[in-house]
């Protein structure tokens, strides 16, 4: 069962496959896992941006994907907000407008759990999209990947913005369900029936982690 069954009317998704939406993407001979936006100032609720419950439950897949690119030895790419960016420019969401908000969001750690190695990319990013003002796209260039396979959050937000770069980019894309999340399960579920349709291919953390090593 998929995560927007529930959501869906009965029959649309068959129409709009007979027309030609929803194809699955196959993983090239490059991945590259991309983890967005997985610092404690969007899973924990003591910031105005935490998702919650969700985050929580979601961060042992983002783990354990992480876990299985590294013993792949595959590039790994994860995001941040850029503080001095968000600041003077605005961020990805519509907060107060508070720089001292704007600062506590931004400087918040990554999970333990997760804190990024010294052969790890981390990315800054001032906008929702991990592609816009940064040097995502020369990284990707550089290691030869032809695909992206995305977990973080938010699902409505920064990880449907960066998909939908991706795929304009060109590279096939992946995006692992029970490795996202966000503060809404109905934006979760609804932006990840649109990024199947169009964008890529929808599979859960288990598939992604054995995608990863196939090419």
Known sequence: MAVWDEFVPAGELDRLRANGFGG????????????????????????P?????????RLPAIVSLLETARELGIPRVLTCGS?????????????????????????APFPPEIVPRADEYVVS??????FFGTPLL???????????????????????????????????????E???????????????????LKYGSVVDAETAAELMGTP
């Open 24 to 47: 699955a993407v196959e993983v090239g001979e490059r991945p590259c896992l991309v983890v967005i936006d997985v610092t404690l100032s969007f899973i924990d609720t003591s910031y």
């Open 49 to 57: 941006t935490g998702c919650g419950d969700m985050g929580w439950e």
């Open 83 to 107: 503080v001095p960016d968000s600041v003077f420019v605005g961020g990805a969401v519509k907060l107060s407008g508070d720089p001292d908000v704007a600062r506590r969001v931004h400087e």
């Open 125 to 130: 990013k001032a906008k929702a999209s991990a």
């Open 138 to 176: 020369t990284y990707l260039t550089k290691h030869r990947v032809d695909t992206l396979i995305v977990a973080g959050t938010t699902t409505s937000g920064c990880v449907r913005a960066t998909v939908v770069d991706a795929a304009s980019h060109g590279y096939r894309v992946l995006v692992a």
């Open 178 to 196: 029970d490795a996202c999340f966000d503060r809404s399960a109905f934006a979760h579920a609804a932006n990840l029936f649109d990024i199947q």
